[in-house]
């Protein structure tokens, strides 16, 4: 049997056993909504800030009309804006009468040994605990979210109902542009098929993950696990966060938001490019073994088994059916963006896409350049994870 015959049976049977054995990553399913409890705790969402003047006023409208029936109140750390971040947060307060609901705190220089933006959310807890000494919830944000009005409800009901630690919700990303419609649904599917959300919300399972732009997390856990001063230096801060709560015996859970969505907006593939190259390296704990090793991997499984089809190989066959195989797994992804199912065949375009930017992740983390985002250069390589 020759070598393409059997790396397109390896790409084969590699996707069978995804499809059935990895946490059925593929399938979208929507969490049970929860009666509501008794009692509401107190919430404080805190927001990191940095020169987002354009969207910031929308967020914190967004989440001063939340009906939510307990108190809820935000806290907004300017991370050294130059926009006017502040006071379009502010006016949006001030818009809905609800200025004593908002707290607005300037950042201190930032110190070695923190990421920019979990200084100053250190820095908004900080302030939260001192100013809303009653709130038992943290919502920890981004500055860039449209919260659909009954999703921080629909979220503390779960999560008391549930007896979670922290729940997380990957928020809807924009696909507005020709260039997110291309990349974000395949972004969230290798996200999915790397952190299985069914494996995530296992306890008997070591897989740990949650996404940064919605993380609500009981007061009491955070403080548990030394707060976020334990993973200062963390560049994918949300996982390494949902790590923590774990290996502390944690309860958690990530799912894909419906109506809560990013307000943030990529014209062309560069910024696309940026937001994959930015962490796709200490992903893999900054190590060139399992760099090499994804990349044999992905061309394996994603690239190799078109081009088979394509150039006529007498692989042909199993060829065809791995490519059948990821179609139909990247099928639901593309229907829950409201994508047409006939874009399923390119999905190897996009893993292309990917895998070079992953590859330009770890060229700009040798170059110094690690990390890089909105002009802080951070490289550092966190505590392994497994999924």
């Known amino acids: 049997m020759s070598g393409s015959f059997l790396l397109a049976w390896l790409a084969a049977l590699s996707w069978a056993w995804m499809l059935l054995q990895r946490g059925r990553f593929w399938l979208i399913e929507r969490p049970v909504r929860r009666p509501d409890p008794s009692a509401w705790p107190a919430v404080t969402a805190v927001i990191p800030a940095r020169d987002e003047a354009l969207v910031i006023g929308s967020t914190v409208r967004s ?5 939510y029936p307990g108190l809820l109140r ?11 971040t502040a006071e379009a947060a502010r006016q949006a307060a001030l818009a809905l009468n609800a200025e004593d609901r908002l707290l607005v705190v300037p950042s201190a220089p930032l110190p070695a040994g923190w990421s920019g933006k979990l200084w100053a959310q250190s820095q908004a807890v900080t302030a939260a605990e001192k100013a809303f000494p009653e709130s038992e919830l943290w919502l920890l944000g981004d500055a860039d979210i449209a919260h659909a009005p009954g999703e921080l409800r629909s979220m503390v009901a779960r999560l008391l109902a549930d007896g979670l630690d922290m729940a997380s919700l990957m928020v809807r990303l924009s696909t507005s542009t020709f260039a997110e419609k291309t990349v974000v649904p395949a972004f969230v599917f290798f996200f999915r098929l790397l952190y299985p959300f069914r494996w995530v919300a296992d306890p008997l399972r070591t897989t740990a993950a949650a ?10 856990m955070l403080t548990q696990i030394g707060g976020l001063a334990s993973i200062r230096s963390a560049l994918i801060d949300d996982c390494t966060l949902a790590r923590k709560v774990k290996d502390a015996a944690g309860r958690i859970t990530l799912d894909l938001a419906l109506a809560t969505t990013s307000t943030r907006i990529y014209q062309g593939f560069g910024g696309l490019w940026m937001m994959i190259a930015r962490s796709a390296y200490t992903q893999l704990r900054c190590s060139p073994l399992l760099l090499a090793g994804t990349v044999i991997a992905m061309i394996i499984a994603f690239l190799l088994p078109p081009l088979f089809v394509l150039c006529g190989s007498k692989a042909w066959f199993p060829g065809a059916l791995a490519w059948i195989e990821m179609s139909l797994a990247f099928g639901p992804m593309l229907r829950f963006y409201r994508m047409p199912l006939i874009l399923a065949p390119l999905l190897p375009l996009v893993a292309l896409f990917y895998l070079a930017a992953t590859v330009d992740s770890a060229r700009r983390h040798w170059s110094g350049r690690g990390g890089e985002w909105k002009g802080r250069v951070q490289a550092a390589t966190e505590p392994g994870r497994e999924s």
């Open 211 to 220: 996404a940064g732009g919605y993380m609500l997390i009981r007061r009491s």
């Open 74 to 84: 935000i806290v907004v750390t300017d991370d050294h804006s130059t926009d006017g």
């Open 63 to 67: 989440l001063l009309e939340q009906d």
